[in-house]
């Protein structure tokens, strides 16, 4: 099993993923539809934990995107779900 990493490395991972969802027309017009937020909201948010864990669950959510964003940033495919792990509301739910 994989080591948890920290809050921040985290955030830093998803500012990265930020970055790259920004870069595509088609993909931040997607994340803003799908998060309600506006460019002007987003960007003051962008700091917000909160709001870096809905866009590592934005680009979880589609596997050619996560693939592509891990490429670009030479990052294992696996690090982008654990740094969502290490943010508020990605804890893992045990029921028992």
Not at 10 to 20: C, F, G, S, Y
Not at 33 to 50: F, H, K, S
Not at 56 to 78: G, I, K, V, Y
Request: charged letters at 20%.
């Amino acid at each position: 099993m994989n080591s948890p990493i920290s809050q921040e490395n985290a955030e830093t991972i998803a500012l990265q993923a930020l970055a790259h969802i920004a870069a595509d027309e088609d993909r931040i017009g997607a994340f803003l539809a799908q998060t309600g937020l506006g460019v002007d909201e987003l960007r003051a948010a962008a700091g917000d934990p909160i709001v870096l864990g809905g866009v590592l669950d934005f680009l979880l959510s589609d596997e050619a995107s996560l693939l592509a964003f891990c490429e670009t940033c030479n990052m294992a495919p696996e690090l982008p779900g654990q740094a969502r792990r290490a943010l508020p509301g990605g804890e893992e739910v045990h029921w028992t």
